[in-house]
T-cell receptor, first 115, second 114 residues
Framework: AQSVTQLDSHVSVSEGTPVLLRCNYS??????LFWYVQHPNKGLQLLLK??????LVKGINGFEAEFKKSETSFHLTKPSAHMSDAAEYFC?????????????FGAGTRLFVKA | DGGITQSPKYLFRKEGQNVTLSCEQN?????MYWYRQDPGQGLRLIYY???????QKGDIAEGYSVSREKKESFPLTVTSAQKNPTAFYLC?????????????FGPGTRLTVL
């Protein structure tokens, strides 16, 4: 069965401190994994993607994520938070099956950044 | 500029009315999707289309209908049969032969039932 669990619904950090948003997944196939960011009343923007190449993936705006197959995790990190990082973040898993892709979105983690 | 446009940005509907949300893309993508987003929840798939003149139900298709007459366009109709239509609706597209199904999203339409 395929699933995505974002372990925290809310995360609060101070500006300039590290960010960690946690994501665990389950897939019977070789999945592709994504992190998207959504600012209020906007669409989703791709931050980064894992597609079975390097396990450490670098994305936009200083974010990166590490694919750990043994832990079935794909946590999103950033060394130093900026006020503009305050948004909602979605972890997404997608795998290719007979008949096409199956894509599931996590419930989201809202990131708050304090001045 | 390549991308996905959705209109209108805000839409108000009286109970019992059908409304149609527009989604257009100029990315030359084969596949298009409609999602519904409610507060505190992830995205739920309403309908998707992998090719012109073909579409499939997603996880929450009841009360919705779609058409795919052109590659660029995938309008969604919210019918009066949809019991709780107030939500944020997102349209997305992807390349059919993309090996990992990266989806590109429009800016969304917020529908409110009065």
């Amino acid at each position: 069965a395929q699933s995505v669990t974002q372990l925290d619904s809310h995360v609060s950090v101070s500006e300039g401190t590290p960010v960690l948003l946690r994501c665990n997944y389950s897939s019977s196939y070789s999945p592709s994994l994504f992190w998207y960011v959504q600012h209020p009343n906007k669409g989703l923007q791709l931050l980064l993607k894992y597609t079975s190449a390097a396990t450490l993936v670098k994305g936009i705006n200083g974010f990166e994520a590490e694919f750990k197959k043994s832990e079935t995790s794909f946590h999103l990190t950033k060394p130093s938070a900026h006020m503009s990082d305050a948004a909602e973040y979605f972890c997404v898993v997608s795998d290719l099956r007979t008949g096409g892709f199956k894509t599931i979105f996590g419930a989201g983690t809202r990131l708050f950044v304090k001045a | 500029d390549g991308g996905i446009t959705q209109s209108p940005k805000y839409l108000f509907r009286k109970e019992g009315q059908n409304v149609t949300l527009s989604c257009e893309q100029n990315l030359n993508h084969d596949a298009m999707y409609w999602y519904r987003q409610d507060p505190g929840q992830g995205l739920r798939l309403i309908y998707y289309s992998q090719i012109v003149n073909d579409f499939q139900k997603g996880d929450i298709a009841e009360g919705y209908s779609v058409s795919r007459e052109k590659k660029e366009s995938f309008p969604l109709t919210v019918t009066s049969a949809q019991k709780n239509p107030t939500a944020f609706y997102l349209c997305a597209s992807s390349k059919e032969r993309d090996s990992y199904n990266e989806q590109f999203f429009g800016p969304g339409t917020r529908l409110t039932v009065l």
